[in-house]
């Protein structure tokens, strides 16, 4: 499926612009603003190359060389060794969206005009990305002080060396290349290091991650929802009164979400629920989940910065016909907001957890032990505790940080990083984990709601919740494996646009 074209004008691109070209091949379309601006920056490389003038990376070498000047007759041969002497990635290869989505970051940076890139090069990646040919890019091998080894991966693909994926095959990245009608890379001064020095990787990964997050909250409060009512929770939790007296972050948008979806159920009539007060992952779901609320917001508005953004070094600021070095790159403030989503995160899981293992306790619930409603000869839910409990501790574990700086490399130079790939490489992690908890709390209070004769008395926004799980997974009338059902509700929220 191809989405309307994303169009590079001088207003920024949103993380949903990215994840649209990504995942459902928006092409992409550049303006004559953002063209004037790349033309502009240019300018002023070609400036300083021609009057020699001491420039990082563009008349001296890269990193603890930097104090190596580099002749006139090697400007442009330098800047093609720069993929091959940066190309040290390894692993598994990046999933396809993960490579279209770096390409289009790296677009969207070189676009802000602060790179300097020439136009031919330019102009080509956005030929690549639009005809669907993607390098085969390794997914490890970056500290975060810029994505220097995936984005060299990506450049020597284009380059026509390696390997490279058009039409869903991979070959090699030449035949790729010519296949697509397109030619490969036309490397001048500045151009190698203009292309990789970026975080475009990192940034790529959490705009791909803000969509699957997004689904995956949204179900959440679904899957509370649910369980409100199959548990016979008090509602007061929910009052906005209540949630006014200290409205910490968030927690007046997600109690005002919950009574959206439970608009027309029997909880708000007078003695419906079973206790003046419950335990507290029912009764403080507004205040995780309005944290949770909170750090995903926080997150976008980091990542939005990135891709708005040249964090180029040097940068070229073409109004004041200026290269300065500087440390724009660093990736600190971006991974701290990340890390405390993965914390954010990982409360909630705890929350789900919890709330779900009560749902089939007799005396907590009020229901038959484990949902077994035909008898304690029958397994029921039981043996989804085990998945739930590993589940919320792996996340739990994945929500650790990781962001302090690592060992100093490049002779000492490189003495400050953010390990940014890894710090979205696992919230990846930690949301197909949460995926799945949301799928097990969905699924044990339908049919909680079952057993409690409250599945025609639903508000209309948990009925409907109600409905598409039941559209995917049968009532428990007889033991049987509970894994598939699992998966596939994780996969239909993956999957959804809600």
Aim: hydrophobic share 50%; charged share 20%; aromatic share 4%.
């Amino acid at each position: 499926m191809t989405s309307t074209p994303v169009r590079l004008t001088a207003a920024p691109l949103r993380t949903q612009d990215i994840a649209a070209i990504a995942r459902r091949h928006a092409l992409v379309e550049v303006s004559p603003e953002a063209d004037a601006l790349i033309r502009a920056s240019r300018a002023v490389i070609e400036r300083h190359a021609a009057e020699n003038r001491p420039v990082y990376g563009l008349t001296t070498a890269l990193g603890a060389a930097v104090d190596t000047p580099l002749s006139g007759e090697d400007l442009i041969a330098y800047q093609r060794r720069v993929s091959f002497g940066h190309a040290v990635g390894f692993g598994a290869a990046l999933p396809r969206e993960a490579v279209r989505a770096m390409m289009a970051v790296r677009i969207a940076g070189m676009a802000a005009g602060g790179t300097g890139i020439s136009s031919a090069v330019f102009e080509g990646l956005v030929a690549a990305l639009n005809a669907g040919l993607h390098p085969v890019v390794p997914s490890l091998g970056s500290l975060g002080a810029a994505d220097l080894a995936p984005l060299a991966h990506m450049t020597l693909g284009l380059l026509g060396h390696g390997q490279a994926e058009y039409g869903g095959e991979t070959m090699p990245a030449a035949e790729a290349l010519e296949r697509a009608g397109l030619k490969p890379l036309d490397i001048h001064a500045k151009d190698g290091h203009a292309i990789i020095v970026a975080n475009s990787l990192s940034v790529a990964q959490a705009c791909l991650a803000l969509e699957d997050i997004e689904r995956a909250f949204e179900w959440s409060l679904k899957a509370v929802a649910l369980n409100l009512e199959a548990f016979r929770a008090n509602v007061s939790s929910l009052d906005d009164s209540a949630m006014a007296a200290r409205p910490a972050f968030g927690q007046r948008a997600v109690a005002a979400r919950l009574r959206e979806l439970l608009s027309g159920s029997t909880l708000f009539k007078e003695g419906a629920a079973r206790r003046i007060q419950d335990p507290l992952s029912y009764r403080c779901v507004p205040q995780v989940w309005g944290a949770l609320r909170h750090a995903i917001d926080e997150a976008r508005a980091a990542t939005e910065i990135e891709l708005a953004s040249s964090g180029d070094n040097p940068v070229v600021l073409a109004g004041e016909d200026r290269i300065v070095s500087h440390g724009n790159f660093d990736m600190t403030a971006f991974v701290l907001s990340w890390e405390r989503l993965s914390q954010a995160l990982a409360h909630a899981a705890a929350g789900i957890a919890n709330r779900t293992i009560k749902l089939m306790s007799p005396a907590v619930a009020g229901l038959p032990r484990f949902l077994a409603a035909n008898g304690q000869n029958r397994m029921g839910f039981a043996i989804l505790q085990k998945p739930i409990s590993a589940m919320e501790a792996e996340i739990r574990f994945l929500a650790s940080p990781i962001s302090l700086t690592p060992i100093a490399v490049s002779d000492w130079v490189e003495d400050q990083s953010s390990m940014a790939p890894a710090v979205i490489a696992k919230i990846n992690q930690i949301v197909e984990r949460f995926r799945y908890l949301v799928a097990m709390e969905l699924i044990s209070a339908a049919y909680a709601a079952d057993i409690r004769g409250v599945a025609d008395t639903l508000g209309r926004g948990v009925d409907e919740a109600y409905r598409t799980v039941r559209e995917r997974v049968a009532p428990l009338e007889e033991d049987r494996e509970l894994g598939c059902d699992v998966a596939s509700i994780a996969a239909m929220i993956a999957q959804s646009c809600s």
